[in-house]
């Protein structure tokens, strides 16, 4: 069971190493372009350094299939998982150290760049969407933004970069903000690394929590001493079907009594905003009105 759990906690830090790595490149189209090409290696490099290949390709089919993505989407993101997978099969073969396996994919990306910004063709290549589609309007989502210094102006700070203040198209992973005019941050790190003994921390911090969870009452199910007026028997010494049937008689005095009413809950009771979009037009419409609590 623990090494389970750490395994899964493991997978969530490889999950969000890649996505943090995206974000400090500062490429740009974090969706449908060259970050999200990246992520995508990177995070097949190092979960097929660890796990191995097979692991790897299924939790990438498994997470394709329920990621909502177009065809087309997911056809560029196995794409690019497989890209990943490769060079994790030379990592997990040579034994890399993750910085090693980092410096790989980032190779990759520049090697699979057109100059123009385009994907190169062929298997061997990372892929992303062009910049423009047919109308000129951007095929990608999710750029960088001036929020990442303190010395970027107020009425900058949130909004989306131009092209040309992000790390493109001449790549620079040593210094990704080489191109934009407000420098690097503060205490950038150019990778992020999770140790070993910050996973077993992250797993022991879990841990202590579930125990903590376990370790108080649920309020709907009954003491183990407690006892069915109707059967006169104490909830711990009933059997399966008679403790179903006690435990429904106790749900039905409990929500007469008014038991199952929680007055401290954010939704029962007070002022509700309504979010609404017509179907034509995307015009937003916002309404308010006022609710009772539920009757007791």
Excluded: C
Aim: aromatic share 8%.
């Amino acid at each position: 069971m623990f090494f389970l759990a750490r395994e899964i906690i493991r997978a969530r830090a490889i999950h969000k190493f890649a996505e943090r790595e995206a974000v400090d490149s500062q490429l740009p189209g974090r969706k449908r372009g060259p970050a999200d090409a990246y992520r995508h290696m990177l995070g097949a490099a190092e979960a097929t350094r660890i796990y191995g290949e097979l692991p790897t390709s299924v939790a990438g089919e498994a997470g394709e299939i329920i990621s909502g993505n177009t065809a087309e989407e997911s056809a560029m993101d196995r794409h690019n998982n497989k890209i990943g997978i490769e060079i994790g099969k030379i990592a997990r073969k040579e034994n890399w150290t993750r910085e090693q396996t980092i410096k790989a994919v980032r190779q990759k990306i520049i090697e699979s760049k057109n100059r123009d910004g385009s994907s190169r063709p062929g298997g061997d290549f990372a892929t992303w969407y062009p910049e423009k589609d047919g109308q000129g309007n951007s095929n990608w989502g999710g750029n960088p933004k001036y929020d990442i210094s303190d010395n970027v102006e107020e009425s900058k700070k949130g909004v989306p970069m131009p092209i040309e203040h992000m790390n493109w198209p001449n790549i620079d992973f040593n210094d990704p903000y080489h191109n934009n005019p407000y420098g690097t941050p503060p205490g950038f790190q150019p990778y992020v690394t999770e140790s070993d003994a910050t996973i077993e921390e992250e797993l022991r911090a879990q841990f202590r929590e579930d125990e903590s969870k376990r370790n108080q009452p649920d309020p709907n199910v009954p003491a183990a001493d407690e006892i069915d007026p109707k059967t006169g028997k104490k909830f711990g010494d009933m059997r399966t079907g008679e403790y179903a049937s006690a435990l429904f008689r106790k749900r039905q005095r409990d929500a007469a009594n008014g038991n199952a009413t929680n007055d401290n809950a954010p939704n029962a009771g007070g002022d509700v905003r309504v979010r609404a979009y017509d179907r034509e037009g995307g015009k937003e419409h916002v309404r308010a009105y006022s609710r009772s609590k539920p009757k007791k």
